[in-house]
Nanobody
Framework: VQLQASGGGLVQAGDSLRLSCAASGRTLTTYNMGWFRQAPGKEREFVATITWSGDSPLYADSVKGRFAISRDNAKNTVYLQMNSLKSEDTAVYYC?????????????????????WGQGTQVTVSS
């Protein structure tokens, strides 16, 4: 499967953005999906994840209550709605696919759970 992330940009603190991750090559229902981010000089970190059927989303504490992950399997797309953005949310955001869909758990908060990665989309939040 190929993943294409989009929707990033430059926004002000407090604004909202919606990222999209479009899949091609295989139906998205085959995969649990996740979003990660990497800020300059920092390691890649978990943001959010969701099961192949759209259940049981998990979030990093830093984004809980502000971000929401969802998916539209008919459109083969996963979304990350980001509200109340802060300067510390500035990063390159990556979507990822996990093919072991029946093994969704806290393991999906680690990058090692994912087989496929998109190219990333830049989000910059100015304060």
């Amino acid at each position: 499967v190929q993943l294409q992330a989009s929707g990033g940009g430059l926004v002000q603190a407090g604004d909202s953005l919606r990222l999209s991750c479009a899949a091609s090559g295989r139906t998205l229902t085959t995969y649990n999906m996740g979003w990660f981010r990497q800020a300059p000089g920092k390691e890649r970190e978990f943001v959010a994840t969701i099961t192949w059927s759209g259940d049981s989303p998990l979030y990093a504490d830093s984004v809980k209550g502000r971000f929401a992950i969802s998916r539209d399997n008919a459109k083969n797309t996963v979304y990350l709605q980001m509200n109340s953005l802060k300067s510390e949310d500035t990063a390159v955001y990556y979507c990822a696919a996990d093919s072991r869909r029946l093994r969704f758990s806290s393991r999906n908060t680690y990058s090692s759970a994912y087989d496929y990665w998109g190219q990333g989309t830049q989000v910059t939040v100015s304060s």
